[in-house]
């Protein structure tokens, strides 16, 4: 494993940014269309605040990419600007498909709770996002930020959920609460090991 260097980390900001700009849109527009599905019963509207919400979040992180705009902010606000598109959207479905409670039960405190915690520890590091994270540890990055476990970890369920494979969805929250699971310990060790903890 590699030991990174335990200078200061790298910049902050800035905050205005293109893909940051992007990001707050995003969420904004799925929160809103999502609550607005939730009260008015539309099963259609939270299709479409799902959509705001992936195809928003592609394009931050493409932006931030494309334009050389990564910064540790952005990085934040994106990793918060999920866990808020996602618990709304989640009550959303919830609501409309209430045999997606268990996995729910399985996924949100997963995704709520340990994700984010995983995936603010970069801040502990020299490096600009979770993204970045290989350059600490590469396994702890390919079960959770290299681009098949993005799509798996929460793609994956949420399509299981979308084709009607409440079971399938179960087992596969199970999994990436296992993982999870696995990463905190991975990564505490890690904080002990470079004297960060």
């Given amino acids: 494993m590699t030991v990174v260097d335990a200078r ?4 902050v900001g800035p905050l205005r940014t293109i893909p940051n700009g992007i990001t707050i849109i995003r969420t904004l527009a799925a929160i809103a269309v999502g609550v607005t599905a939730l009260v008015s019963g539309s099963m259609t509207l939270l299709v479409v605040a799902y959509g705001i919400y992936w195809l928003g979040d592609m394009l931050d992180g493409l932006a931030a990419r494309r334009l050389h705009q990564e910064t540790r902010a952005g990085a934040v606000l994106d990793i918060v600007s999920d866990r808020a598109c996602t618990a709304v959207l989640c009550v959303g479905l919830i609501a409309f498909v209430p ?8 996924f949100l405190p997963s995704f709520m709770v340990l994700d984010t915690m995983l995936s603010l520890a970069f801040l502990c590091w020299p490096v600009l996002s979770p993204n970045y994270f290989h350059l ?6 390919a079960l959770n930020w290299s681009p098949l476990a993005k799509t798996v970890n929460t793609a994956g369920v949420i399509g299981a959920v979308a084709f009607g494979q409440y079971l399938l969805a179960l087992v596969l929250a199970l999994a990436v609460l296992a993982v999870k699971l696995w ?9 002990d090991r470079d004297g960060r903890a």
């Fill in 8 to 11: 200061p980390a790298v910049r």
């Fill in 99 to 106: 045999e997606v409670a268990v996995v729910a039960l399985v």
């Fill in 136 to 141: 600490i540890d590469r396994r702890v990055w």
């Fill in 183 to 191: 990463s905190v310990v991975a990564v505490a060790r890690l904080l």
